[in-house]
């Protein structure tokens, strides 16, 4: 069994800054991607950034330059530094990763968070 669990949302005023953070746990094999997403009222979930095993970052074009993603393989982490946090940030934000299972270390698996909120506004 592998749990994501997020922690790190909450409310902040434009410009402000959130650190999200999101560990795997359980009988894990190895991790491959890792990324966020995101969900806003009314909208469909959208990829914010991924990070490899490897440490290859990619983002979408709306938070390049304000979000870093990072990761710390060594406690199965993924972190979401986003700052000069924007209105249109406001969403329910996801912890996602491909994880292969001791049970089944030739295959991976898609596992996801629970989400977090995380709310922008004055």
């Known amino acids: 069994q592998v749990q ?3 922690s790190g949302g909450g409310l902040v005023q434009p410009g402000g800054s959130l650190r999200l ?3 795997a746990s359980g009988s894990i ?3 491959n991607a890792m990324g966020w997403y995101r ?3 009314g909208k469909q979930r959208e990829s914010v950034a ?3 095993s490897g440490g290859t970052t990619n983002y979408v074009d709306s938070v390049k330059g304000r979000f870093t993603i990072s990761r710390d393989n060594a406690k199965n982490t993924v972190y979401l530094q986003m700052n000069s ?3 249109e940030d406001t969403a329910v934000y ?3 990763a491909r994880i292969a299972t001791v049970r089944s270390p030739l295959r991976e698996y898609e596992y996801w968070g629970q989400g977090t909120q ?3 506004s004055s």
């Open 118 to 120: 995380v709310t922008v």
């Open 29 to 31: 094999f190895s991790i």
């Open 21 to 23: 953070s999101c560990a």
């Open 4 to 6: 994501l669990v997020e």
């Open 39 to 41: 969900q806003a009222p």
């Open 85 to 87: 946090l924007k209105p």
């Open 50 to 52: 991924t990070i490899t």
């Open 94 to 96: 996801y912890c996602n």
